[in-house]
């Protein structure tokens, strides 16, 4: 395991991530068959299949930042909130609540839920991102580069049109003791323009077991075939 001492959390440093659902007091891989299940069984609902059923789609498009992508038609959302050069569009399983809702107004009634989240910046100017990109950089896909709070696992490199980067893990590192913390990321870099696209997947209302790492693991995995649906369906427009 590589070690550096940057934060490692990526999402917690974006723009807008305070608004992201309530993933816990908070983008191609299926579960190895010897992973051992958790020690309290999860539903069954939200154990992978080798082959999840094909969901109709529905088309998010926003002409002026000329960006779009498809999410299950079943889904909430979407909740969209701008600022300036930035588009923040959530969706998700359960519930989606308004940008810069409070998290004691945010009630969720489905268990092991999911959300994705994702973030267009043109023209970004901010460099919040790059040591987190540089981390990955470093990495070979498996490996993790952990800190005292936060650990990092990068899954693949990754290009979407002119874009460039990772998907990889953000999770709690093992020494932290605080809230679980887990979500699956998507960091694209378009060099020549400077822009900037995230998408983050984050599990939500997780029913945890004595495992809780195993648990928010099953629920993304769970959801991968979406969220990488999700990924490959975005389109941005050249400006």
């Known amino acids: 395991m590589k070690n550096s001492y940057f934060l490692p959390v990526f999402c917690l440093t974006l723009l807008m991530s305070a608004c992201a659902p309530d993933a816990a007091p908070t983008p191609t891989i ?18 992978p299949t080798e082959e999840a059923p094909a969901q109709p789609l529905r088309l998010y498009e926003n002409p002026t930042f000329g960006f779009s992508f498809a999410y299950p038609e079943s889904w909430f959302g979407p909740d ?5 050069s930035t588009l923040r569009v959530a969706v998700g399983s359960d519930v989606v609540y308004p940008y810069g809702t ?48 936060g650990m990092l696992i990068r899954v693949r490199q990754l290009e979407l049109g002119p ?17 679980p913390f887990y979500t699956r990321e998507v960091l694209l870099v378009d060099e020549p323009t400077g822009d900037l696209l995230t998408i983050t997947g984050s599990p939500n ?17 769970a959801n991968l075939s ?12 050249s400006r």
């Open 205 to 221: 209302n997780v029913t945890v077991g004595a495992d809780w790492r195993e648990a928010y693991h099953l629920v993304d995995e």
């Open 80 to 84: 969209e909130y701008t600022v300036e």
């Open 163 to 179: 874009f460039k980067g990772f998907e990889y893990i953000a999770t709690l590192s093992k020494t932290a003791q605080t809230e």
């Open 30 to 47: 299926l579960l190895p068959t010897d992973t051992p299940p958790p020690a309290t069984p999860l539903p069954t609902d939200i154990l």
């Open 102 to 149: 409070g998290r004691e107004e945010q009630v969720y009634q489905l268990s092991n839920s999911y959300y994705v989240v994702l973030q267009y910046t043109q023209n970004n100017q901010n460099t919040y991102w790059s040591d987190t990109y540089q981390t990955l950089a470093s990495l070979q896909d498996g490996e993790s580069s952990s800190g005292d709070r």
């Open 226 to 237: 979406l969220f990488h649906q999700i990924v490959e369906s975005i389109i941005v427009r």
